[in-house]
């Protein structure tokens, strides 16, 4: 079992950065990919970022590429991302997810854990 914890998010002006954290319990996240994902009011989820079990490998959606930056501290079993340049359209709640598979994917169902989202707000 795995719980996961989003932390970070809050109002930011357009421009602006933000920093998001995702802590987990139950289980060390070592071996699993992890990823990022939000969802826009009365839109559906949609992939932001992922990162591969063991760091090496990253991927991230063309709207935040060169923004958004994923990263992993295994050691405290916890996963970040890092927002910069944010825009009104990255209004949206964020939730963290781990993959078992530790790849890392832009495909919401490979995910088998998930947090209950950290709300980022962008004013213009």
């Known amino acids: 079992q795995v719980q996961l914890v989003e932390s970070g998010g809050g109002l930011v002006q357009a421009g602006g950065s933000l920093g998001l954290s995702c802590a987990a319990s139950g289980r060390t996240l070592s071996t699993y990919g992890m990823g990022w994902f939000r969802q826009a009011p009365g839109k559906e989820r949609e992939f932001v970022a992922a990162?591969?079990?063991?760091?090496?490998?990253?991927y991230y959606a063309d709207s935040v590429k060169d923004r958004f930056t994923i990263s992993r501290d295994n050691a405290k079993n916890t996963v970040y991302l890092q927002m910069s340049s944010l825009k009104p359209e990255d209004t949206a709640a964020y939730y963290c997810?781990?993959?078992?598979?530790?790849?890392?994917?832009?495909?919401?169902?490979?995910?088998?854990?998930w947090g209950q989202g950290t709300q980022v707000t962008v004013s213009s």
């Open positions: 997810a781990a993959d078992r598979s530790g790849l890392g994917s832009s495909q919401e169902f490979r995910y088998a854990y």
């Open positions: 990162i591969s079990w063991g760091g090496s490998r990253t």
